[in-house]
């Protein structure tokens, strides 16, 4: 069975949000008429349900977590994650990607490709992967950034270019 997600996305992360901001909103409105007819036993549940919407809309809206006083782009020095390069993942595309890719860049398609298969993969295989094919780190040196034995290295790394081929060959 070929996975439509792999050849074509259904759609983009904007049009995602073009699409829910506007429920979202239709929902808090509606759950706010309902807070100012209900009863005091109701009233906790819908205010619960009001919370919850003002959440994820402000979330739609901005693109960022309510409440973080900062954005997760200016946290990756303490939080000791390691940003990559869009034109280093290439390397990626080789091992998954039957086209070659040229050195200008990948396309819209093969990015979202790329964004996809990285979404399935755990975050420490994704870690460990991404250190190893992207980076170009050795399995011991991944191994001492995430705290982690070069064996579970190479696990993690095995598992994700399983899962990486089945999906390009059409098997999930």
Known sequence: MNNMYVDRPLFSYSEFVD???PDYQISLRGAEQLYRHADADDKK???GMISDCEYVVEWL???????NKRGI???????REILLEPMRMQIFTRHTHTNAVNSEGLSEDQQLR???IMALLSKRERECYMLANGEGFSHVAIAEMLTISAGSVSE????AQR??????????
């Open 19 to 21: 699409d829910m901001l």
């Open 45 to 47: 549940v819908i205010a």
């Open 61 to 67: 809206s901005t693109g960022r977590q309510p409440g």
């Open 73 to 79: 782009e200016r946290r990756a020095g303490y939080e």
């Open 114 to 116: 790329l964004e996809y």
């Open 156 to 159: 993690y790394i095995q598992r």
């Open 163 to 172: 899962k990486i081929c089945s999906i390009m060959n059409g098997k999930n």
